[in-house]
Nanobody
Framework: QVQLVESGGGLVQAGGSLRLSCAVS????????MAWFRQAPGKEREFVAS????????YYTNSVEGRFTISRDNAKNTMYLQMNSLKPEDTAVYSC????????????WGQGTQVTVSS
């Protein structure tokens, strides 16, 4: 089992920044990929960014490329999402997820943290 707990969400003005954290516990040695997803009101959940738990690979959806940075600190068992130049359309519940597999299917999810960007 893997447990994920997000923090760092909040209300910010457009153009501002936030850093989300995802604390990871449990079978961390079994994790292959960590990712951030988001879901805005009335919309489907969408992929934001992913990172290899051991390694250097990162991947971003086009809409956040150049504004968001995903990173991890294995010593602290924590993943981060640094969000800069935030836009109102970034408003959503952000969730972290973990996959024990090599494919894109996530096995574990956090409860989510609300990010609201005002115009």
């Amino acid at each position: 089992q893997v447990q994920l707990v997000e923090s760092g969400g909040g209300l910010v003005q457009a153009g501002g920044s936030l850093r989300l954290s995802c604390a990871v516990s449990g079978r961390t040695s079994s994790i292959n990929i960590m990712a951030w997803f988001r879901q805005a009101p009335g919309k489907e959940r969408e992929f934001v960014a992913s990172i290899l738990w051991s390694g250097r690979g990162t991947y971003y959806t086009n809409s956040v490329e150049g504004r968001f940075t995903i990173s991890r600190d294995n010593a602290k068992n924590t993943m981060y999402l640094q969000m800069n130049s935030l836009k109102p359309e970034d408003t959503a519940v952000y969730s972290c997820a973990a996959s024990l597999r090599s494919g894109g299917t996530m096995d574990y999810w956090g409860q989510g943290t609300q990010v609201t960007v005002s115009s």
